[in-house]
């Protein structure tokens, strides 16, 4: 019989931890946790990389413990998730406006927003879109933004579709591969997840690193004016 404690203890979920969120929930909880994460600002400060690394690798059953997942319902819990919470968040900026981001009170959102901004203006609406997927935070603050800004809704949904595909389900499918093809991963779940997130951000560094590179190149030709 359930105790009052039991079910307390079992109801009790650390939603900053991917382990504890996917053994309450499951898949479900995937979809919903990439829905809230991309499309409700109070989601910002959700473990998106961390929970879907994660639960691709519960999907091999060679981590210890009672969850294990199906992969094929991950991925499209995953993948609708992220797809549909970044539309919510468009229109949400859409109809609202510049105000649902100015009326925010976390230090984190607002230099969310101003790094979202700072990469539709650099890189233009699709690369921006399909970047902003892999830094967290940022992308929470894009979608609506790009929303307030009046970014196309079909510029949008196109490369929302195409960066929170290559997020979710690549993710998802990098920690399933890890977990297939190396035993006992999950002792060294926390490195591997600190590794992934510093290599979602590598195409960001990149592009940062190119766009650098070019003004650098050009300020000379600029100079003999």
């Known amino acids: 019989m359930t105790t009052p404690i039991t079910a307390a203890s079992q109801l009790a979920v650390n939603v900053l931890d991917a382990h504890s969120l996917l053994a309450a929930f499951g898949v ?15 989601g910002f400060f959700l473990p998106g ?9 519960l999907c091999t059953g060679t981590a210890e413990g009672t969850v294990h997942l199906s992969l094929g319902p ?16 468009y229109l949400l900026g859409r ?5 649902v981001l100015a009326r925010g009170r976390s230090q984190r959102l607002r230099e969310g927003a101003q790094r979202a901004e700072e990469l539709l203006e650099r890189y233009g609406h699709a690369k921006a879109i399909v970047l902003a997927r892999f830094v967290p935070v940022v992308r929470t603050v ?19 579709t195409v960066g929170g595909l290559l997020w979710s389900v690549g993710l998802t499918l990098a920690g399933y591969g890890l977990g297939s093809s190396i035993p006992n ?6 490195p591997l997840v600190a590794l992934i997130v ?17 003004a650098r190149t050009a300020r000379p030709s600029g100079g003999d004016r």
Not at 28 to 42: H, I, K, N, R, S
């Open 28 to 42: 479900l909880g995937v979809g919903v946790v990439m829905f809230v994460e991309t499309g409700l600002l109070v």
């Open 49 to 57: 990389d961390s929970l879907l690394f994660t639960a691709g690798l």
């Open 74 to 89: 991950l991925l499209l819990a995953a993948a609708a998730g992220a797809l549909a919470g970044a539309q919510c968040g």
């Open 95 to 99: 109809k609202a406006g510049a105000t």
């Open 142 to 160: 894009l979608n609506p933004l790009a929303g307030a800004l009046e970014v196309p809704v079909r510029t949008f949904t196109l490369w929302q």
């Open 185 to 190: 991963v999950d002792h060294y779940l926390l």
């Open 198 to 214: 510093v290599v979602s951000l590598l195409p960001v560094l990149a592009e940062v690193y190119r766009g650098r590179r070019t």
